[in-house]
């Protein structure tokens, strides 16, 4: 079925077909002119993995997921996310070419599809989750009205794949973008998540993703004052020592992605682009 309130299936492959093309190009550009970054640690962002919605941005299909984890198994090092903190705050090496993954939302398939292939290669994950939507019929809009399988996760899930290893970190309630909300609301979005999560799971998060990235320095006080250590961003790029912990970088995985755009990915060389479309977001939107 089509992804509901998403273009037609017709749209989004002529829009990606015309859209591949250029991305690439100014990809390997980039990659050809941008100075080395030395030492740096790459947060990998993730939505999805199933074979249900072969258009969808946000989708990976498991085969190109296997794909990708071989990939990471010959030539990063994958580490818990939180684990990297030490050497972002320059309090010990932070190491070469590693990789920490991180998933956001909360999707059903993150436990059914994701995990076990997590599993097979051994590498750890944060998974950040909007908790109002854990456990309950709602799903996100962009999936509202299409599926019973995009759903959300239920908390017996979210407290499997934590003791499994993976960090459950906060992404709001109710996934609201922060930098628009008051303060006081902002404030119980953020400290609500945490809440949640100890609650289901019985550990403390500590780490904390803006929803839609949407943040400000005042929700960035809000998150660290609610007692997370480190929070994700939407911006491009990768992380060196001393790096705001409260602004860590990330690059997104999408489903339009094939194994060599996730190789110029981890090479940093689709960061230019990512800064040029959300640039160009931002514009739309003023």
């Given at each position: 079925m089509r992804v509901a309130d998403a273009p037609g299936p017709g749209h989004?492959?002529?829009?990606?077909?015309?859209?591949?093309?250029?991305?690439?190009?100014?990809?390997?550009?980039?990659?050809?002119?941008?100075?080395?970054?030395?030492?740096?640690l790459r947060i990998l962002t993730y939505h999805r993995v199933n074979d249900r919605h072969p258009h969808d941005r946000l989708t990976v299909s498991r085969s190109e997921f296997v794909a990708q984890m071989k990939e990471l198994r010959a030539t990063?090092?994958?580490?818990?996310?939180?684990?990297?903190?030490?050497?972002?705050?320059?309090?010990?090496?932070?190491?070469?070419?590693?990789?920490?993954?991180?998933?956001?939302?909360?999707?059903?398939?993150?436990?059914?599809?994701?995990?076990?292939?997590?599993?097979?290669?051994?590498?750890?994950?944060?998974f950040f989750v909007a908790t109002g939507f854990i456990g309950t019929p709602s799903t996100f809009d962009r999936y509202r009205g299409c599926c019973e399988e995009d759903g959300m996760l239920d908390w017996a899930q979210v407290a499997e794949m934590h003791a499994h290893g993976h960090a459950i970190g906060g992404h709001g309630r109710d996934h609201l973008e922060l930098a628009g909300l008051p303060a006081r609301e902002a404030q119980e979005e953020i400290e609500g998540s945490r809440h949640d999560i100890e609650a289901g799971t019985g550990t403390r998060a500590t780490l904390f993703c803006y929803p839609r990235g949407s943040e400000t320095p005042g929700v960035r006080a809000l998150v660290?004052?609610?007692?997370?250590?480190?929070?994700?961003?939407?911006?491009?790029?990768?992380?060196?020592?001393?790096?705001?912990?409260?602004?860590?970088?990330?690059?997104?995985?999408?489903?339009?992605?094939?194994?060599?755009?996730?190789?110029?990915k981890l090479d940093g060389a689709f960061d230019g682009w990512h800064r040029l479309v959300q640039r160009a977001r931002a514009w739309t939107r003023a």
């Open positions: 989004t492959r002529i829009r990606s077909a015309i859209r591949k093309p250029l991305r690439r190009t100014i990809a390997r550009l980039t990659r050809l002119t941008a100075p080395s970054t030395g030492v740096a990063r090092t994958v580490i818990p996310l939180e684990d990297a903190l030490a050497g972002l705050r320059g309090e010990g090496p932070l190491g070469e070419r590693r990789v920490a993954i991180t998933f956001d939302d909360g999707y059903r398939d993150n436990f059914h599809c994701a995990l076990p292939i997590l599993g097979e290669f051994g590498f750890p994950a944060t660290a004052g609610a007692g997370f250590v480190a929070a994700c961003t939407v911006r491009p790029g990768s992380n060196s020592a001393g790096a705001d912990l409260f602004g860590l970088r990330r690059t997104e995985i999408s489903g339009d992605d094939d194994l060599a755009d996730f190789r110029l």
